[in-house]
Every structure is written in C-alpha cells, then in structure tokens.
C-alpha cells in the first residue's frame, strides 16, 4: 500500500516562504511523476508542479519561477519550496505520486497566506 504524506504547510505573511515535504513509503523511482496539486476554496484542484522519476520538472505559470520542486532519493521524500507567497497561493495543497496505471494521493497541507 502506498502512502504519501505531506507536511510544512502554516500561516504566513505575504512575500515569505515555506517549504512542503512529501514523505512516500516507497522509493520515489518507482513513481513515473510526483506532483504537487493546489485547491483553494471554491475552485478546482490544478496541477501546481512535476517532477518526473529522469528529474525533469514543470510548473504552472502562476508559480514559474517562485516554486521549485526538487526531491531527495535517500529519503523517499519530494519537497516543495515555495518562495514569494502571495494570498492567492492559499490552499490545500496535495501530494500526487503517478505510477501507471494508478495515482496516489495525500491527504493534503493547509497553505494559508495572510498578514
């Protein structure tokens, strides 16, 4: 059984940082992309961040170049830092492990972004 969890969300200013962690029970190679997902209230889950198992990575628009998803093999573990936060980046945000044909998810990181 896979399981994926994240951690690091918070409260925090506009204009500051955090960093999610994403811990998988299985090593992270197995894994064909590991994704982090964003859902704010009212709106649709998008798609925020890849990383496919070469290491390649992609970013939506909104967060293209204050975002960097990056992962740690040893650990198992996919990290998301997110720098210059706006309120807009206020979310759950979800950890998405894509192993054909099957995905899996966390459960999921309260992202809040308010002075």
């Known amino acids: 059984q896979v399981q994926l969890v994240e951690s690091g969300g918070g409260l925090v200013q506009p204009g500051g940082s955090l960093r999610l962690s994403c811990a998988a029970s299985?090593?992270?190679?197995?894994?064909?992309?590991m994704n982090w997902h964003r859902q704010a209230p009212g709106s649709q889950r998008e798609l925020v961040a890849t990383i496919t198992s070469g290491g390649d990575t992609n970013y939506a628009d909104s967060v293209r170049g204050r975002f960097t998803i990056s992962r740690d093999g040893a650990k198992n573990t996919v990290y998301l830092q997110m720098n210059k936060l706006k309120p807009e980046d206020t979310a759950v945000y979800y950890c998405n492990g894509v192993r054909w044909p099957n995905n899996y998810w966390g459960l999921g990181t309260q992202v809040t972004v308010s002075s």
């Open positions: 299985g090593t992270l190679f197995s894994f064909n992309t």
